[in-house]
């Protein structure tokens, strides 16, 4: 049986706040540093294809839904910042963001795929900390309360992720468009 590694997640656009965000950490030593963003909304782990494709049909009935607005803010770290391994940007997501996410739930439920059931903490991760890193702390200090751009949400994306010798790959199974307006 073939097994994907997978998740549901909606594109980050590179704004120019958060290619400096990117740029900064990439100036330090032990952080690594993803060339896309995207916002997870569910990570799905290995998968069988059939269940995959049953999802995908399923996810067909979000383009219902109307796109909905992102603003991003301020960096933070997981579990902290005084022992960071993710750097993320915070996200408040507009309505009807947690309807989508309600009707998710209840897809892959319905697909019997497990998932993560703690609650949902809006972020975009942009960097993975491998070894304590210098000057990582004063970033973010300094960039805790800045605004890191808004958009509207065009689609909702069931991705495949293939981990590499260099990292994971990503590339798209469904696409769902919302609609404008």
Known sequence: MEMIRSFVSFRIPAT???RKAQES????KGVSVPKEVHLTLRFLGDVD????KEL???MRSLEKYKQFSVSMKGLG???NVRDPRIVWIGADLGEPFYDILSDLDRMLDACSIGYDKKPFKAHVTIGRVRAQSE???DILREEKGTEMGSFLCPEVLLMKSELTPKGAVHSVIG????IEG
């Open 16 to 18: 120019p706040a958060v």
């Open 25 to 28: 950490l990439m100036g330090i």
């Open 49 to 52: 294809a059939k269940s995959i």
């Open 56 to 58: 995908s049909e399923r």
């Open 77 to 79: 770290a997981f579990p």
């Open 135 to 137: 000057g990582l702390s």
């Open 175 to 178: 696409s769902f468009k919302l």
